[in-house]
């Protein structure tokens, strides 16, 4: 027989992730006619000295709870079913050490997200158990985030999720300290007291978001089938169709075209406006819905004259989202240092995710460089987008 060719078949095989002991072996070396002692090798470092884990472990069950949110017992009870029994207080022990190491790297995210003239910012709930009470108590995570993609910004993405036990504005403020400029936000009024003049780094402006002025129409849409309602979500469909024309060109070619094609419907937003603030009862849900857009008319506006500006405050509400999903599966935290502990590491693993780097590959080689003295003044080199993967 001679051979004429071949068909060839591929076919996906999944073999179980599979645990390994890593055994250091360091001889001890004496001389028997000399007095110089026992020589033996350094111990390698690690994060954590003397603990079980190596870094690439830790970075793992980080990766596993904040990207992939599964909560920590439900990483013991698979780690279980490969033989190994690891109860989720040592894992919890785990994420507080390495959330303790990684700490300066989020504070100094924190700041260069603050250089820049222009941030978003939103707030959800992380329940925190209540110790004593046996009950939850609401906390909240603050996100804090800079993406600039839209209209080709320099600056890379990212964000940072600050801890607090309320949601009272006196949290902005603290966290805001040291920022200047442009704050896209929702409608929440704590965010007020950020405009005064007599704000330590200066009155910031405000930002509103249509996104959420549409929901407002289209509840009422929903729930009645207003014509009011529906005229209000076509004429905000016609702002969204130009910024979809405009995505990704420079900021002054964004304000031109806005200039020229958006104000004038949002100048005749504003008429149609008030003509049906007049018309409708204030105190049924449509007039309550149209005099929120209308309490929040000029932060509405502030997109059309700046380009750097986005029309909504989505690509926030798009990094409160993986929140969302690890308080659905976790429940809540054990206690306000754990609620910090979430909030840092889903600021590094988030931001690695908005500039395309791989989260463990991340972690694993950060907490690495951190175990083996990474210098302070050279911190900067890890931040997520500085991150490069080691070649293959």
Not at 79 to 103: C, E, I, P, Q
Request: hydrophobic share 35%; charged share 25%.
């Amino acid at each position: 027989m001679v051979r004429i060719g071949e068909e060839r078949t591929e076919r996906l095989d999944i073999v179980p992730a599979q645990l390994r002991v890593l055994v250091t072996i360091r001889p001890k070396y004496a001389c028997p006619r000399c007095k110089g002692g026992v020589t033996q090798a350094k111990t390698p470092p690690h994060l954590i000295e003397g603990a079980l884990p190596t870094d690439g472990a830790i970075a793992h069950v980080l990766v596993s709870k904040y990207a992939d949110h599964l909560p920590l017992y439900r990483q013991s009870q698979i780690l279980n079913r490969s033989g190994l029994d690891l109860h989720r207080s040592t894992l919890a022990g785990w994420v507080g050490k390495a959330s303790f190491h990684l700490t300066p790297i989020v504070d100094r995210l924190a700041k260069h997200l603050k250089t820049s003239s222009k941030l978003f910012m939103d707030e959800t709930t992380a329940p925190v158990l209540d110790p004593g009470r046996g009950k939850t108590k609401t906390g909240y995570l603050w996100a804090l985030a800079r993406d600039d993609r839209s209209w080709g910004g320099g600056d890379p993405p990212g964000v940072v999720y600050f801890y607090a036990d309320g949601r009272g504005g006196k949290h902005a403020e603290e966290f805001l300290k040291g920022f200047k400029g442009i704050l896209q936000v929702d409608a929440y009024g704590g965010y007020n007291r950020l405009t005064k003049a007599t704000r330590a780094d200066g009155a910031l402006t405000l930002a509103y978001c249509w996104a959420h002025a549409r929901r407002k129409l289209k509840e009422i849409y929903d729930r009645d089938g207003s014509k009011i309602a529906a005229e209000g979500l076509r004429r905000i469909a016609a702002f969204y169709k130009i910024e979809a024309e405009i995505r990704g060109i420079s900021p002054g070619q964004r304000h031109s075209v806005r200039q020229a094609q958006t104000k004038p419907l949002i100048d005749d937003f504003g008429g149609w406006l008030k003509e049906q603030l007049a018309r409708v009862s204030g105190k049924s849900r449509l007039g309550e819905k149209l005099r929120y857009i209308n309490n929040h008319w000029d932060g509405l506006q502030v997109f059309v004259s700046d380009g750097r500006v986005e029309i909504d405050s989505n690509p926030v509400e798009r990094t409160i989202r993986p929140i969302a999903l690890n308080r659905k599966n976790a429940l809540f935290a054990g206690h306000d240092e754990g609620g910090k502990n979430w909030g840092r590491i889903a600021s590094l693993i988030e931001t690695c995710k908005m500039n395309g780097v791989e989260p463990f590959a991340y972690l694993k080689a950060t907490l690495e460089a951190i175990a083996a003295g990474h210098p302070a003044a050279q911190i900067d080199d890890l931040m997520p987008w500085a991150f490069k993967p080691a070649s293959s």
